[in-house]
């Protein structure tokens, strides 16, 4: 298969990024890839479903890896995951043999490891530079499941139609499921048994960079877990704030020591970024030297300033999140061709356990088995959203009162960066708007 072929049948069949905000797949099939990396590190405490997907999948997963190597010339596969992934890591060596260009490369089990810049130089000792592409250092890196879906679009014909999920935290029965794009939180959590807790609130995505979701929102092709907390949880108290309230006590109580910035991971590396000067500069309105707000840009908002680091409980990642909102409002890009300073020789020392991340935010006793059920859940009805990935919404095809199939394109790639959306079940169209189509079963 040559490249233009494999990237056809990957934006038609509707693959992105499995996770994160959901760069579509097929512009990072490229011939630059002289090694090309699937992240198996679960980036975020309690997420498990990569890990179940690669070890039920093992041989299909890698075999699609492979030829995702031979296609685009790479000279190296790397398979990174975690070293207490037991169970996956024993499925895949059973099948490395076959696959001569492969490696597995074993992780700590640290934070952000499936941060991609991170896993890139921990897998082959490259720094991608401040702003820049994986692909700029001859490397492409896809999640499992991105990687299980190009086997099911290449092998089965099929598009993505549904997601895998993990249901955990304040639930009787944690569980991993497979649901139709557009199901419903509700109805995700609805298969996890029992919620345990009086006042839920739905946390979409990883502890550290997900969000606070509601429970008629859809399931999208990046939805990879939702955690049912308590509304007093740490996590949710943290979610909840203003950030004007953040400056201000930024400004008062802020003890200027630095910690933000010593474990800040892309700081690490030698990025520009530092947590530890914004914070002085915009807590105290100093505007002489801008460096430390454009350089907000360069922030990866994994969370750990905020959610670990700071010993006040102050919100650095909140606020420059916000800066960086406020420089794209403006017109205002990152600096370009910015060059990273040397790997800092401290950056071994200033990891962050998971363990300790997982106590420090109350999350060790929601650590549990959520075991992977592969059945199709069936739902009444579905919203499809038409953007879901980076880049240009999809065009709905399809109009109210149409029948379609599941596997049908209800939404064709719009011009430029774009995907196809198909049905995730069969039944009829009940209604189509620029942001979502509808569909109920029948």
Not at 173 to 191: F, K, S, Y
């Amino acid at each position: 298969m040559d490249i233009r072929e494999l990237q056809k049948i990957i934006q038609e069949n509707g693959v992105v990024g499995a996770g994160g905000a959901g760069f579509p797949t097929y512009m990072k099939i490229s011939d630059k890839a002289n090694t090309i990396l699937m992240n198996c590190a679960e980036c975020e405490p309690l997420l498990k479903l990569h890990r179940q997907l690669l070890q039920h999948h093992a041989y299909e997963i890698m075999q699609t890896f492979h030829m995702i190597a031979e296609t685009v010339g790479a000279s190296e596969a790397i398979i990174g995951i975690k070293k207490s992934y037991v169970q996956t890591v024993n499925a895949l060596k059973a099948h490395i043999e076959e696959f001569p260009e492969m490696r597995i490369h074993l992780l700590e089990e640290v934070y952000p490891m499936g941060d991609e810049v991170v896993l890139i130089y921990e897998a082959t000792g490259r720094v991608v530079r401040p702003g820049g592409l994986p692909i700029e250092q001859g490397v492409a890196v896809f999640n499992v499941e991105t990687i299980y879906n190009i086997y099911r679009a290449v092998e089965q014909g099929k598009p993505v139609m549904d997601k895998y999920v993990s249901v955990v935290a304040e639930v009787s029965d944690p569980v991993t499921v497979r649901v139709p794009l557009g199901t419903t939180l509700d109805e995700v959590v609805a298969c996890a048994g029992k919620v345990t807790t009086d006042a839920p609130v739905y946390f979409v995505g990883g502890p550290m960079m997900g969000r606070i979701g509601n429970g008629d929102e859809p399931v999208t092709k990046t939805t990879n877990a939702i955690l049912v907390l308590p509304e007093d949880h740490v996590i949710i108290s943290k979610k909840n704030r203003t950030s004007s309230i953040d400056l201000k006590r930024a400004a008062s109580i802020c003890c200027q020591c630095n910690t933000c910035t010593d474990l800040c991971p892309r700081n690490n590396l030698g990025h520009p970024i530092d947590p530890a000067r914004f914070m002085r500069a915009a807590s105290n309105q100093d505007f002489q030297d801008l460096n430390p707000y454009i350089n907000a840009s360069f922030c990866s908002s994994c969370g750990v300033c905020e959610m670990y680091s700071c010993p006040q409980s102050l919100a650095p990642r909140t606020l420059l999140a916000d800066m960086k909102a406020g420089l794209r409002t403006k017109g205002v890009r990152p600096p370009q061709g910015v060059q990273p300073v040397p790997v800092r020789e401290s950056r071994e020392y200033r990891k962050v356990p998971e363990e300790r991340l997982m106590a420090r935010l109350g999350l060790t006793k929601y650590d549990k088995e959520a075991p992977m059920k592969e059945e199709l859940v069936a739902v009444p009805k579905v919203r499809v959203l038409l953007s879901q990935h980076i880049g240009a919404p999809a065009k709905a095809i399809v109009k109210p009162g149409d029948t379609v199939t599941r596997s049908q394109m209800i939404a064709e790639p719009a011009q430029g960066l774009s995907v196809g959306i198909h049905a995730p079940i069969c039944g009829k169209v009940t209604e189509v708007t620029d942001r979502h189509v509808v569909i109920a079963a029948v």
